[in-house]
């Protein structure tokens, strides 16, 4: 039998994905209240890799992703992922039940990307309370790699290039943990 042993703390990351930017900061200025000081965050990028979102969302979409400064427990993934759904209907409130914005959580930690989810797939592990996780990247060889389910988003170079920085902050971080609980 295996020793049962803490997961280290991992690195909130949330993709956002709107037409209207004054949402995208109205939802940016929400999670920085929530989860605290944003340390890391893409350029505002364009949103083409897929049509399937133009029905609900419309056209012209740009997508930017954030980390937090502060770490998480991976265990907090579920609770994160239920309270972005629901400001996702906070902020789409006016609009009869369509969402004018996605909200993805998810984290780095050593070895992969995780997100959070509410469809089920093949691929998906249940977490809890609706939600599923997926490993969207694995790090390996000093770099990220996709999986065949990897959204095509994900597997362009601003976005690996980004994940890639944020790993590095989060390595950073770990190590200052490190020394900081032997002293």
């Not at 797939?121 to 249940?126: G, N």
């Not at 996709?146 to 190590?175: A, C």
Request: proline share 2%; glycine share 4%.
């Amino acid at each position: 039998m295996g020793k049962i042993k803490l997961y280290p703390k991992v690195k909130l990351i949330t993709s956002i994905f709107t037409n209207n930017l004054n949402l995208l900061d109205e939802a940016i200025n929400c999670l920085r209240d929530r989860f605290g000081e944003i340390d890391s965050e893409t350029d505002l990028l364009p949103f083409e890799f897929t049509k399937y979102y133009s029905k609900e969302f419309g056209t012209n979409l740009k997508r930017k992703i954030i980390s937090f400064k502060e770490l998480i427990s991976a265990d907090d993934l579920v609770s994160i992922k239920l309270y972005t759904n629901n400001l996702e209907e906070i902020l789409s409130e006016a609009e009869q039940g369509k969402r004018k914005i996605n909200l993805d959580p998810g984290y780095i930690c050593t070895d992969k990307l995780i997100l959070a989810t509410t469809k089920d797939r093949s691929h998906r592990i249940y977490l809890g309370q609706g939600i599923f996780g997926e490993v969207t990247l694995k790090y390996t060889n000093g770099h990220f790699e996709p999986w065949k389910w990897t959204y095509k988003s994900y597997q362009s170079e601003d976005h690996l290039d980004f994940f890639l920085q944020v790993r590095k902050i989060y390595m950073k971080q770990l190590k200052e943990m490190d020394v900081a609980e032997k002293v």
